[in-house]
């Protein structure tokens, strides 16, 4: 008896001398963070008096009032909801689509465009929000080929008009005719448009003629600029089409590894009787992936609210904050200007509890609609 009690001992020790180290890093990493984000999310924390404030106190959900008073608090969760919805109606479909193809080899190279496709999943997120910022800059790629375009198309039309005016023979309605292709650009740079616009292109006599219809373009062709996605609705397309375009790789290979333990028989079995691609999809390979999907969802609901590198190096909040998401928002009220520390954990505990309701929504969705996996 006294050695089995022994041995008891010794397996509780064993037990607490494995265990214990582990749980006191739980308690210091992950508890206790918790718990003191709620204390200083109900209290009126600025600094305390080693930092010339007032002692700690007791407020209440003053700073959780205020949160919800904010119309800064609303924008950024209007962001967040774009951004969950892109994830999880755009992200997982897409993902889901590009998964089946390279499955079931309906494109040449399967193993090339899985790589491709993944390929933004890997790079830094600092540097695809850098990147895409230049690309949507006013000097970047797509402002380059949008002017492009548009210089091509008015120089494609000076030389119609010259053309029909018998060439470079410059007459007043060949002026007037440059002046009504320029539009509301003439007045801008000419007081008296038709006489001052002639007395310019006869000034170019001898001149080669590209020239000419060069410094034409310049002077009349406006710059096209992405300015106008600084709008309130429209701030966020880039963001999430840069979003899409990232992520969607990871939930292809989450989905093609699982449509790998598939039994290729069951497949093969249903096209020999005749079932077509698309009710193989529906009626083996959706079923046999929903506990795949339920939890690919509940990754991009938790990634989706916790998003801050992406958007913060694209546009740092963006003008006006119209791109501010909540992660920004929490990080705006905590580190800028003059914290307000426990103003910023209530946000942050908004956030988990949204968080939390969308997994509990996408839970029970999945346990009516839902099928099951072998």
């Not at 997120?125 to 080929?145: C, D, H, K, R, Y």
């Not at 029909?164 to 007045?187: C, E, K, M, R, Y």
């Not at 690919?296 to 938790?302: G, K, T, Y």
């Not at 954990?345 to 999945?366: H, P, R």
């Amino acid at each position: 008896m006294q050695t089995r009690n022994r041995i008891r001992v010794e397996e509780g020790r064993a037990y607490w001398a494995m265990v214990l180290p582990a749980f006191l890093i739980y308690l210091l990493v992950m508890a206790f963070p918790i718990v003191l984000s709620i204390v200083l999310s109900v209290s009126n924390y600025d600094g305390g008096k080693m930092f010339g404030g007032d002692a700690w106190g007791f407020a209440g959900l003053r700073s959780y009032a205020r949160v919800f008073t904010d119309p800064h608090f609303w924008n950024a969760l209007k962001n967040n909801a774009y951004i969950v919805m892109i994830s999880v109606f755009g992200q997982l479909p897409l993902g889901f689509v590009f998964a089946y193809i390279i499955y079931r080899k309906l494109v040449k190279w399967p193993g090339f465009w899985q790589g491709v496709l993944y390929v933004p999943n890997i790079i830094s997120v600092i540097v695809v929000g850098l990147l895409w910022q230049t690309i949507f800059s006013p000097n970047g790629p797509i402002a380059e080929v949008m002017n492009s375009m548009a210089r091509a198309g008015f120089q494609s039309k000076l030389e119609l008009l010259f053309t029909a005016h018998g060439g470079f023979t410059i007459t007043d309605d060949l002026v007037q005719n440059i002046l009504n292709l320029a539009g509301p650009a003439a007045s801008e740079w000419f007081t008296n448009p038709l006489p001052e616009l002639k007395e310019l292109i006869l000034s170019y006599e001898g001149a080669p003629h590209a020239e000419l219809l060069g410094d034409l373009c310049n002077l009349f062709v406006p710059k096209w600029s992405p300015e106008f996605l600084t709008k309130p609705n429209l701030a966020m397309l880039p963001i999430l089409f840069v979003i899409l375009w990232m992520y969607t790789g990871m939930y292809l290979i989450l989905f093609l590894a699982n449509m790998q333990k598939i039994d290729v028989q069951i497949i093969e079995a249903a096209r020999i009787d005749g079932a077509s691609e698309w009710q193989v999809m529906r009626f083996i390979i959706l079923p046999s992936l929903s506990g795949t999907i339920v939890n690919s969802a509940i990754l991009a609901i938790s990634g989706s609210l916790s998003s801050f590198s992406l958007i913060f190096a694209m546009t740092g909040g963006g003008p006006s904050r119209v791109t501010e998401i909540l992660s920004i928002y929490m990080f705006n009220n905590a580190f800028l200007g003059r914290p307000n520390l426990p103003l910023a954990n209530a946000i942050s505990l908004i956030m988990v509890a949204v968080s939390f309701l969308l997994i509990g929504l996408t839970k029970a969705v999945e346990k009516r609609y839902g099928g099951k996996e072998d």
